[in-house]
C-alpha cells in the first residue's frame, strides 16, 4: 500500500517544486548573481543551510503524516495501525534517504573536481556550471523516480537493480583510488566532435559568438559532462533509495534535498578531498548494504529491513571511513 499516492499528493509535488524553483532562483539571482570565487566559509554556511532546510522539511513532514494518518478512515480502520509510528518510520525513510543520497554525492565531488581541471574552469565561474548542472540533474531525477516507482513494484527488477548495486559496489572497492584521466575520455571525444567549439573561457558564457558563427565555451563542454555523469550516478542512488522506501514522494524529496546542497558541498571540500582517502570504501560498503537489502535482507526480515537499523549502519559504515581517513591523513600527511 503506497501512503502517499500521487493522485492525491500532486498538489504536494507540485508545491516542492516550486519551492525548489523559488530557492535556486533566490541563489542565482540575488546571493551568486555576481560571479565570485565561493570561499570556504560561504560554502559551510550554505552547506549547513541546505542540511537545516532538509531536517525542518523531514519535521513537518512528520507532523503532517502523523496528522494525515491520525484523521483518514482508511488508516484509522487498518487493526493494529499506529498513527505515529508510522509517521515516525515515512519520518526516518526521509532522513535514510537524505543521508545515502548525500554520501553517494561524494562521488559527483570527485568528478567536479575532475572536470573543472581538465576543462580549466576558473572557481568564480563553477559556480554558475555547477547551477545549471544542479538543474538538470533534478529533472533527470524526477524522471528516472517516476520510472522507479513503477518498475520497483516488479520483484525481478528490485533484483536486478539490487545485483546492480552490489556488482558496483565491488567494482569500487577493488578499483582503488586512481585519479580519472579525461584526455582520452570517449565522451569528451565525442562532444569536442559535435560541438563547434571556442578554446578559450569568455567570462561566464556558455555560447558565444565569432564570425558569425556560434560557439560553446569549456564551459558547456563541463556543464553537458557533468548533466551525463549524473545520469550514471542516478543508476545506483535511485534505486538505493527505494531499496529503504517504497514511497515515491520520499524518494523524490530526499533526493532533491541531498542534490540541492551538493554545490555548496563541493566548495566546502574541495580542498581536503585529498584527505578522505578511504571514502570510496565506505561508499561501496554502502552500496554493498543497500544491494543485499534489496536481494535478500527485505525478504529475510518479512519484507522490509527495519529502517532504523538501516540509518545506523548506513552512518556507521559512512562515519567509520572518514574517521580513518582523518586519522591515516593527520599520522601521514604526504
Known sequence: MILFPFYEYWWFYAAFVAFVLVVLALDLGVFHKKAHEVSFKEASVWTAIWISLAFVFNALFYLY???????????????????????????????????????????????FAVVFAYFGIPKMYQHRVLFWGILGALFFRAIFIAMGSILMQY??????????????????????????????????????????????????????????????????????????????????????????????????????????????????????MDKFIYIKYGLASVLLFVGLKMVWLNEAFGGKFPINWSLLIIAGLIGSSILASLIVSRKNPT
Open 155 to 272: 520483484h525481478m527488477v528490485v533484483i536486478f537493480f539490487g545485483g546492480l548495486l552490489i556488482l558496483t559496489g565491488l567494482k569500487m572497492f577493488f578499483a582503488g583510488t586512481k585519479p580519472q584521466d579525461l584526455e582520452n575520455n570517449f565522451v569528451v571525444a565525442q562532444l569536442k566532435k559535435i560541438f563547434r567549439v571556442h578554446p578559450q573561457i569568455e567570462g561566464q558564457n556558455f555560447f558565444i559568438k565569432k564570425d558569425g558563427l556560434t560557439y560553446v565555451t569549456p564551459l558547456f563542454l563541463a556543464l553537458i559532462f557533468l548533466e551525463l555523469s549524473d545520469i550514471i550516478f542516478a543508476v545506483d542512488s535511485v534505486p538505493a533509495i527505494f531499496a529503504l522506501t517504497k514511497e515515491p514522494l520520499i524518494v523524490f524529496t530526499s533526493n532533491i534535498f541531498a542534490i540541492l546542497g551538493l554545490r555548496s558541498m563541493y566548495f566546502m571540500l574541495a580542498g581536503v
Open 65 to 111: 503524516a502523523k496528522h494525515r494518518f491520525s484523521t483518514d478512515e482508511r488508516y484509522t480502520s487498518i487493526p493494529g495501525f499506529d498513527p505515529d509510528a508510522q509517521a515516525k518510520t515515512s519520518a526516518l525513510e526521509f532522513l535514510t534517504g537524505f543521508v545515502v543520497e548525500k554520501s553517494l554525492a561524494v562521488d559527483n565531488i570527485f568528478v
